[in-house]
């Protein structure tokens, strides 16, 4: 692979990177869509990175299937599948990590000890191995991607960070591997993402910024489905993630549910629009 990008930068061609965990969706492929735009070389990562799982997660039932993701990469102009194995990128002896301390540590982060190590020490991987000009994370994992910006920012990593819109279904749900776990019912549920951030949204546009509030709003549409478990609902400043009373037009909405054994995260900025 870092043959492959040298030889390509070395002739002019800029490259253009997105990583996935693979079970391609549409957001992914809007991602390779965007990529393709703004670089001559398209690389897509497949690797289901065993370091961002804690104990007791969904390691082993993460959906796989490479010959559907490849079919998909094709189809959105990936030149490019890069899908290591995990022997590969940790061998025997691996003792080496990247640690973002204060943005990693609120909400998923509190969560999910560990986690957001996992995701920066195998970006700096694939970084170090795709050497990309251009990189495109989806902003569905706000955190992930604020975390990512500021490794790049801190290591002075040559990268230049894309953050995409969130791609939704037709009846809102934010497009996501994870949502082929849900039943049908499950599925229904999960809506309440949705029409808790719908909610908080037209509050803030009708001048409401108390977070109490707000909060107090979209937590009234998460009660309205008993099987739904919220893990957190936050207000949190949009490049800080530290907490606001107040809500600004850089507000941040961040939720994580937990629906029967599923996990899923929204989010969104209270100002921008949909």
Known sequence: MQETSLS???????????????????????????????????????FVNPAQFGAGEDFESYPRDLERDSALAAGA??????????????PAGYQTWVDVERLSLPLCGANRPGHFRGVTTVVAKLFNAVLPHVALFGRKDYQQLAVIRRMVADLNFPVEIVGMPIVREA???????????????????????????IRARELYRQGIVRVDELREESRKIMADEPAVVIEYLEFRDGETLEEVTTAGSRTLLAL?????????IDNCILGEEN
């Open 8 to 46: 390509a930068r070395e002739n002019g061609l800029r490259v253009a990177f997105v990583p996935t965990m693979g079970y391609l969706h549409d957001g992914h492929a809007s991602l390779m869509r965007e990529g393709r735009r703004r670089g001559e070389l398209l690389v897509a990562s497949i």
């Open 256 to 264: 994580a549910v937990r629906i029967g054994t599923t996990r899923l």
């Open 77 to 90: 102009g990936v030149d490019i599948i890069f899908a290591p194995s995990a022997r590969e990128m940790y």
């Open 171 to 197: 009846d809102g749900l934010a497009m996501s591997s994870r949502n082929a776990y849900l039943s049908p019912e499950e599925r229904g549920s999960a809506l309440c993402l949705s029409r808790a951030i």
